[in-house]
């Protein structure tokens, strides 16, 4: 089954605490993209990946990081979790440039105490 | 840069009635293509309808279309014959340009009442 898959699901951690978001995808998509959702503001990019090695910034990238080792997977990196990180994240891929959408993974709940 | 415009925060429609969201966007590009998302309770974001801006046509599939004004730079999704299961946040995106970004609206919570 084509899909991103994101884990974990959930996460509740202390402030300051390092910590990844890992995402992958089968479907041998070039394009990767991580998001943040906030009530009332939609989604937020952070950061986007066009191909192995090539990342950039996206809307709101300060506090986090990516990397894009191999072409399946791209994980988000906080390494100092701050409470305004609490959100909900999700992990887009898609080829094409995009032009027929994207396939996003399930979503982690983050929160940051 | 390009934006998208949800106006209206929240809906409701009755079962088996139409409603319509509203979308509008700008870009600079000649190329793009706008997109609805529904994201359910299970919070999953799932792809309703896709359109492309060279086409003069509406999208359609089954209960869902767009009417797409590309003068006035509007999108918008009509349901037909609404049913409680699509009670749902929906988002209305756009890709335009190399940088292949989704840039989405602030969306629409849409409440399907029995």
């Known amino acids: 089954e084509a899909q991103v898959t994101q884990n974990p699901r959930y996460l509740i951690t202390v402030t300051g605490k390092k910590l990844t978001v890992t995402c992958s995808q089968n479907?041998?998509?070039?394009?990767m993209s991580w998001y943040r959702q906030d009530p009332g503001l939609g989604l937020r990019q952070i950061y986007y990946?066009?191909?192995?090695?090539?990342?950039d910034k996206g809307d709101v990238p300060e506090g986090y990081k990516v990397s894009r080792k191999e072409k399946r997977n791209f994980p988000l990196i906080l390494e100092s979790p701050s409470p305004n990180q609490t959100s909900l994240y999700f992990c887009?891929?898609?080829?094409?440039?995009?032009?027929?959408?994207?396939?996003f993974g399930s979503g982690t709940r983050l929160t940051v105490v | 840069a390009q934006t998208v415009t949800q106006s209206q925060p929240e809906m409701s429609v009755q079962e088996a009635e139409t409603v319509t969201l509203s979308c509008t966007y700008d870009?600079?590009?000649?190329?793009?293509?706008l997109f609805w998302y529904k994201q359910p309770p299970s919070r999953q974001m799932i792809l309703v309808i896709r359109?492309?801006?060279?086409?003069?046509q509406n999208a359609t599939e089954n209960r869902f279309s767009v009417n797409f004004q590309k003068a006035a730079k509007s999108f918008s999704l009509k349901i037909s014959d609404s049913q409680l299961g699509d009670t749902a946040m929906y988002f209305c995106?756009?890709?335009?340009?190399?940088?292949?970004?989704?840039?989405f609206g602030k969306g629409t919570l849409l409440t399907v009442n029995p």
């Open positions: 990946s066009m191909n192995v090695e090539v990342t």
């Open positions: 479907m041998n998509h070039e394009y």
């Open positions: 359109q492309e801006a060279y086409k003069q």
């Open positions: 887009a891929s898609s080829n094409s440039g995009g032009n027929y959408g994207y396939t």
């Open positions: 995106a756009l890709v335009a340009g190399s940088n292949y970004k989704l840039t």
């Open positions: 870009t600079s590009e000649n190329n793009y293509y």
